[in-house]
């Protein structure tokens, strides 16, 4: 927007603003501590482009700008503009594709019994319309799930990675409560060059095979058995051999949870979560680019 006056602070260059929230994805840092870390180190600081002579940008204009680009819808479009530089470089999505989930761990809400009802039924608790200020540390879409017999707390990542290349190609970001096989759709990519999909047996089912045929990819979702029908031998041997490739999925989210911190978001609420974790999976495809850059570089 063009500046009505030359009073006041100049106005700051996206681009730092960007960088700065890359560095926030890649360590995953609070806004306070981010601005401390670009103050105190000069590698961070070179990086962003700013000089030892430089004011830092404040932890406040940083939340600001990332909600900027929320409400403005953009941040998957930056996500879109990546994957069409990958496909600009040669990285096209190729060998099939490997659909998961992870799940996105939140603080934990200290609501009551009958409090969770009301949320779980979507609506607000009595009285908490009448707190603004504890109405706003209220996270009303984080959701509950079993898993392994542990309960979770949070949301879901949903991804989806091409096999060849290892990025993420498309993502979904859910409650924790709504199940994996239901992002199936908004997942599947009809870039990839090649047809197969791989994904564990949370995919499995009579209803998803008919979705994959009908929209010509080729089914490699790992069988599932159930208490009455276990899986066979030869079953077995199969998921082994699916297992092979589709544990390539595990290193993004490996990845993401000892090189980028880990999962703990602490942000509030659906929306401002999905702009947390929109960042965090561009983030992941621009550290994956960088080392696979450089690993050309070192092989020459």
């Known amino acids: 927007e063009e500046r009505k006056s030359n009073a ?25 501590e981010l601005e401390f870390q670009v103050n105190d180190r000069r590698s ?3 990086f962003v482009g700013l000089g030892v002579m430089n004011n830092i940008p404040d932890a406040t204009t940083v939340a600001f700008f990332r909600e900027r680009l929320r409400k403005a819808d953009v941040i998957e479009e930056l996500f879109n503009q990546f994957e069409q530089h990958l496909r600009d470089q040669g990285l096209q999505a190729r060998g099939g594709q490997i659909i998961d989930a992870t799940l996105v761990p939140v603080p934990k809400q200290r609501n009551s019994r009958e409090e969770n009802k009301q949320i779980k039924a979507g609506r607000l608790p009595d009285g908490w319309d009448e707190n603004p200020n504890r109405l706003q540390q209220k996270d009303l879409d984080a959701r509950w799930v079993k898993k392994n017999s542990i309960n979770h707390y949070g949301y879901k990542n949903s991804i989806c990675i091409d096999v060849e290349h290892g990025f993420i190609r498309r993502y979904a970001f859910t409650p924790a409560n709504v199940h994996d096989s239901q992002m199936l759709p908004r997942l599947l990519d009809p870039e990839n060059r090649d047809d197969y999909v791989w994904g564990d047996s949370a995919y499995a089912g009579a209803c998803f095979k008919a979705l994959l045929e009908a929209a010509g990819f080729k089914n ?27 544990a390539l999925v595990e290193h993004v989210f490996g990845c993401m949870t000892t090189s980028m911190g880990g999962k703990l ?36």
Not at 9 to 30: A, C, E, G, T, W
Not at 224 to 243: C, F, I, M, T
Not at 268 to 294: D, M, P
Request: aromatic share 8%.
């Open 8 to 32: 006041g602070r100049k106005r700051i260059d996206p681009l730092i603003l960007f960088k700065m929230l890359v560095l926030q994805q890649l360590f995953n840092l609070s806004d306070e």
């Open 44 to 46: 961070f600081e070179e």
């Open 220 to 246: 490699c979702i790992h069988e599932k058995g159930s208490r009455n029908h276990p899986l066979s031998d030869e079953a077995q041997e199969r998921n082994r051999v699916k297992s092979s490739i589709r």
């Open 265 to 300: 978001t602490r942000k509030i609420g659906l929306l401002r979560s999905e702009a947390w974790w929109g960042l965090r999976n561009l983030t992941f495809n621009l550290l994956h680019y960088v080392q696979g850059q450089y690993a050309v570089v070192m092989a020459a």
